[in-house]
């Protein structure tokens, strides 16, 4: 069992930043990797952020890459989402989540998910 909780989300002014924090407990054994979502209201989630255990690499999506930096804190057990030069395009719900398949993949699936932090940016 696992237990993913996102905080940090808010309102924010246009091209503020905000950082969102998931807290991470596993019973067994840590994942290989965790991902940030987001998904806003009838539109298809969409997977900003993945980090990668192993060799602490990140990768991000097209529609965040040079304004979001993934990282995490072991001691803490957080992983954390910051993203500068906020648009309105960024509002929407964001989840964490933990052993995703690749980005790459035709399907997205992900072990564990959190209830999602809300970010709404004002334009």
């Known amino acids: 069992q696992a237990q993913l909780v996102e905080s940090g989300g808010g309102s924010v002014q246009g091209g503020g930043s905000l950082r969102l924090s998931c807290a991470a407990s596993?019973?067994?054994?840590?994942?290989?990797?965790m991902a940030w979502f987001r998904q806003e209201a009838g539109k298809e989630r969409e997977r900003v952020a993945t980090?990668?255990?192993?060799?602490?690499?990140?990768e991000y999506s097209d529609s965040v890459q040079g304004r979001a930096t993934m990282s995490r804190d072991n001691a803490s057990r957080k992983v954390f989402l910051r993203m500068n030069s906020l648009k309105f395009e960024d509002t929407a719900t964001y989840y964490c989540?933990?052993?995703?398949?690749?980005?790459?993949?035709?399907?997205?699936?992900?072990?564990?998910w959190g209830q999602g932090t809300q970010v709404t940016v004002s334009s």
């Open positions: 989540a933990a052993d995703c398949t690749s980005p790459s993949a035709s399907v997205q699936y992900c072990t564990h």
């Open positions: 596993f019973d067994t054994y840590g994942p290989n990797n």
């Open positions: 980090l990668y255990f192993g060799n602490g690499e990140a």
